[in-house]
T-cell receptor, first 112, second 111 residues
């Protein structure tokens, strides 16, 4: 089973702050994803990548950047954090597009 | 694009009873179907995956039914126990193979 880890697990920042969320997967999956989870919305896709150096836009990309530096590492960047970005963020990976996704434990971000 | 409606948002059952969750999707080309479980403070854990050529799948007290005519996917937990208390999500992979999630169902199993 794929191992997906995220850091930090909790983060508090202020409006306008700069935040980087990290994700690492150790099962050599091609695809990695960033989601946000909000009550009543389920999981919404922010960005995804199918390999190092690749980035694709998801359904709710505004205010977020992402970078895939290696096969294993995928980062989500909030350069000017806003309270609307307070959420629970999940990283996931999969071997193929549309296939089973394996999730990290999540990062709870609070923007004051 | 694909839309998924999951019901109910909250479900409370007594230990030993069944719990039923249903998702309705919109894309008739949807080929892959998943159920995930999210325990408090944890990520989503894959419970079961179903391909579109399967109408029914049972594993370890879980039954997944796929009704392609009505575009509905359901999950039935038979004889629920307190350890089943969690948030359950359906997810479907539509014609473009992008995974779309339902809104989630918070299941509480009362001892």
């Amino acid at each position: 089973e794929a191992a997906v880890t995220q850091s930090p697990r909790n983060k508090v920042t202020v409006t306008g702050g700069n935040v980087t969320l990290s994700c690492r997967q150790t099962n050599s999956h091609n695809y990695m994803y960033w989601y946000r989870q909000d009550t009543g919305h389920g999981l919404r896709l922010i960005h995804y990548s199918y390999g190092a150096g690749n980035l694709q836009i998801g359904d709710v990309p505004d205010g977020y950047k992402a970078t895939r530096t290696t096969q294993e590492d995928f980062f989500l960047l909030l350069e000017l954090a806003s309270p609307s970005q307070t959420s629970l963020y999940f990283c996931a990976s999969s071997d193929i597009w549309g296939g089973e996704q394996y999730f990290g434990p999540g990062t709870r971000l609070t923007v004051l | 694009g694909e839309q998924v409606e999951q019901r109910p948002p909250h479900l409370s059952v007594r230990e030993g009873d069944s719990a039923f969750i249903i998702c309705t999707y919109t894309d008739s080309a949807t080929a892959y179907f998943y159920w995930y479980k999210q325990e408090p403070g944890a990520g989503l854990q894959l419970l079961m995956s179903v391909f579109s050529n399967v109408d029914r799948k049972e594993e370890q007290g879980l039954t997944v039914l796929l009704n392609k005519k009505d575009k509905q996917l359901s999950l039935n937990l038979t004889a629920a126990h307190p350890g089943d208390s969690a948030v359950y999500f359906c997810a479907v992979s539509g014609g473009n193979n992008k995974l779309t999630f339902g809104q989630g169902t918070v299941l509480s199993v009362i001892p």
